[in-house]
Nanobody, 116 residues
Framework: QVQLVESGGGLVQAGGSLRLSCAAS????????RNWYRQAPGKQRELVAR???????TYADSVKGRFRISRDTGRNTFYLHMDSLKPEDTAVYYC??????????WGQGTQVTVSS
């Protein structure tokens, strides 16, 4: 079973940058896709960025050109690089992995707050 530990959230001014990290333990080779989701107060959780093991990342329209998902194979960690942050990016961000078996795991969530 893969366990995920997130870090890197915080408070930033609009226009600033943050990098979120998601460290995976356990059987990382079982991971098919790495994802970042977010959930703002009163809203549904939404997919922000997706990185299949075969490559070819995809992004929500609201973050295209500002966010980038990447992975460090050697450290079994993946990241969400967030630039030009806006107040509407304020949310709890969750990392998620989908395994080849079809099951998934979630990180504990990290708060990102963007002040105007």
């Amino acid at each position: 079973q893969v366990q995920l530990v997130e870090s890197g959230g915080g408070l930033v001014q609009a226009g600033g940058s943050l990098r979120l990290s998601c460290a995976a333990s356990g059987s990382a080779s079982s991971i098919n896709t790495r994802n970042w989701y977010r959930q703002a107060p009163g809203k549904q959780r939404e997919l922000v960025a997706r990185l299949p093991s075969s490559g070819g990342s995809t992004y929500a329209d609201s973050v295209k050109g500002r966010f980038r998902i990447s992975r460090d194979t050697g450290r079994n960690t993946f990241y969400l690089h967030m630039d030009s942050l806006k107040p509407e990016d304020t949310a709890v961000y969750y990392c998620n992995v989908l395994r080849w078996s079809g099951t998934s795991d979630w990180g504990q969530g990290t708060q990102v707050t963007v002040s105007s």
